[in-house]
Each structure stands twice: as C-alpha cells, then as structure tokens.
C-alpha cells in the first residue's frame, strides 16, 4: 500500500513558467512533509519542508501549499528555469505509529523546463 | 563532495558473488539510512540505524545485511543476490530520525546484478 502518491509521472513547462508538482497521501499520522530534487547520477537532495501546523512555506522560487484535509500538498516553482529540470520526489514523516522515525517517499515526478 | 559519500559507484556482480557497498558521513549525524531505488519505484527504506543501533528492518530479505560499526559509517553487505536485486542503493543520514533538517544522501551505487 504506497502511502504517498505522485500521481505525474512527469511534467513538462516552458522557461518563466510556473511548475506546479503535486502528492497526495493516505497516512493521516503523516505530519511533516518534504520535497526532494534529484537529478541523474547523484542522490536527491532537501529542497523545502512544511509542518503540518502550516499550510504554506515559501523559500525563494519555490512553495510548498499543505491541504490537511484533502491529504494533498504541491510545489510551486515559479518563474521555472531550465537548471529545474530534474526528478521531484515528495516524503513524509510520521509523529508515530509504523511510520515513526523514518521518510516514506512517493514515487517521483519528472520535471523538464524547456528554454 | 557531498557530505555523504558512497563507494563504489558502480557494482556489477554475479549471483553467487559476495560483495559489500560502504557508506560515509562526516556531518555529525545519529541516524543513517539503507534505501533502494527501482526504476519507476519510490525509494523503498531497507535499513535505519540510530546511534548505531539498528532501529528499523523494513523486511529485507537476509541476502542483504547490514553493518554499522560507528555513527559515521554504514555497510550493506550482499551475497547470492537476485537479478531483481539490481537497483540503485542510496545511503541517507540525518541528524534525528524524524528528518526535520532533511536527510542528506549520498549519490548512490548503481548495482546490476547479472
């Protein structure tokens, strides 16, 4: 049972654009979540995170929006650059339970931002 | 470098070769992490020790075990793999095992098994 979706297996938007990645979950004991940025040959790295007492956290270019009650949180990267272009995996972290202590990822959406 | 290293790279190996990946961190970090990435797969977590106390098996089969001798280093050992074992192993750490700061990985090694 894969407890954290993403739905897109890719995504393709012009350069100055907005990119908009999305994840849904099923665990509601999930109360922080995490976007990654992979690209080819090198591990993925921390991009944002959102505590689920917020519905928003904003860090330069990128956004994370967190809907508790739909289980969904998204990216927005906006404007999009061409250096963007890379596999986007969302994670989340338990406060307890099974999931306790340990990141379930999704399964990754690929991003191409074209000049 | 990335704070994070794995070695090797690359493994290509038989199914009855016995061999060991090796991971690296000099972050200052308690906990470290075995994941598997599958093609079109999400990271599956093997392993998770913290303190260098193993905390977590997701039920990974014995054919992999692993090693953690100190809080900076971690092994997967591997013998009479399968050719579905084929995947890139990724090692992560982080300074608690609820990952606030995020965890930190190293770029992974890509194994085949033939």
């Known amino acids: 049972d894969q407890q954290v979706k993403q739905n897109s297996p890719s995504l393709s938007v012009q350069e100055g654009r907005i990119s908009i990645l999305n994840c849904d979950y099923t665990n509601s004991m999930f109360d922080y979540f995490l976007w990654y940025k992979k690209y080819p040959a090198e591990g993925p790295t921390f991009l944002i995170s959102?505590?689920?007492?917020?519905d928003k956290n904003e860090d330069g270019r990128f956004t994370v929006f967190l809907n508790k009650s739909a289980k969904h949180l998204s990216l927005h990267i906006v404007p999009s650059q061409p250096g963007d272009s890379a596999v986007y995996f969302c994670a989340a972290s338990a406060a307890g339970g099974t999931s306790y202590g340990k990141l379930t990822f999704g399964q990754g959406t690929i991003l191409t931002v074209h000049p | 470098e990335t704070g994070v290293t794995q070695t090797p790279r690359h493994l290509v190996m038989g199914m009855t070769n016995k061999k060991s990946l090796k991971c690296e961190q000099h972050?200052?970090?308690?906990?470290m992490y075995w994941y598997k990435q599958s093609a079109k797969k999400p990271l599956e977590l093997m392993f998770v020790?913290?303190?260098?106390?193993?905390?977590e098996n997701n039920s990974v089969p014995s054919r992999f075990s692993p090693e953690c001798p100190n809080s900076s280093h971690l092994f997967l050992h591997l013998h009479t793999l399968q050719p579905e074992d084929s995947a890139l192993y990724l090692c992560a750490s982080s300074q608690d095992r609820r990952g606030f700061m995020g965890y930190t990985f190293g770029s992974g090694t890509r194994l085949t098994v033939v």
């Open positions: 959102i505590s689920s007492i917020k």
């Open positions: 972050l200052g970090h308690n906990a």
């Open positions: 020790y913290n303190f260098k106390e193993q905390t």
